[in-house]
């Protein structure tokens, strides 16, 4: 038998962010979705503003004609 990570019967990251969220599952579904909308937030608020500059989405190779 191989072992792979996801296979190992502990659920991989997701499984160790769940397991060491607070609280039983409601709780945990709970601040999972916050943590998830915070993270949403920062990339909306932070990240994708900062790197849009970076990003070369109005050099296009069409003319006008």
Do not use: C
């Amino acid at each position: 038998m191989v072992l792979v990570p996801w296979r190992d019967g502990r659920g991989g990251m997701y499984g160790w962010i769940w397991r060491h969220l607070p609280g039983n599952a409601w709780v945990k579904a709970l601040v999972s979705l916050v943590l998830v909308l915070g993270a949403v937030y920062g990339l909306f608020q932070y990240v994708f503003p900062w790197a849009e500059p970076l990003i070369p989405f109005n050099d296009v190779t069409v003319d006008n004609q």
